[in-house]
Nanobody, 127 residues
């Protein structure tokens, strides 16, 4: 059974950086479209960054130029490098996987198509 575990969250001052990791077990990352989503207090879950089975990526406008999604197939690990963090980035961050999606941009706004989810890791950015 597929299983995802996130780590790397924490509390950081505005302007700081964090790197989230998501390790998969039970399946190979190379066969899936992968993504990071977040849900802040009182907000709906939103797409942050998606990477397809290759290297094509898509980002939410709010994180473009600050966040970078990447993966290491050998380690079955997905990453999210977050720089220049802002208080608005405060949220629970989740990684997710889906076996297929027409494009990362399409998947970014459709968390419902992701069948496998991690338990989340909290990111808090204080000013």
């Amino acid at each position: 059974q597929a299983h995802l575990v996130e780590s790397g969250g924490g509390s950081v001052q505005a302007g700081g950086s964090l790197r989230l990791s998501c390790v998969a077990s039970g399946y190979a990352y190379s066969n899936y479209c992968l993504g990071w989503f977040r849900q802040g207090p009182g907000k709906e879950r939103e797409g942050v960054a998606i990477i397809d089975r290759g290297t094509i990526t898509s980002y939410a406008d709010s994180v473009k130029g600050r966040f970078t999604i990447s993966k290491d197939h050998g380690k079955n690990t997905l990453y999210l490098q977050m720089n220049t963090l802002k208080p608005d980035d405060t949220a629970m961050y989740y990684c997710a996987a889906t076996p297929s999606a027409p494009s990362p941009q399409w998947a970014l706004s459709r968390p419902v198509v992701f069948a496998v989810w991690g338990q989340g890791t909290q990111v808090t950015v204080f000013s």
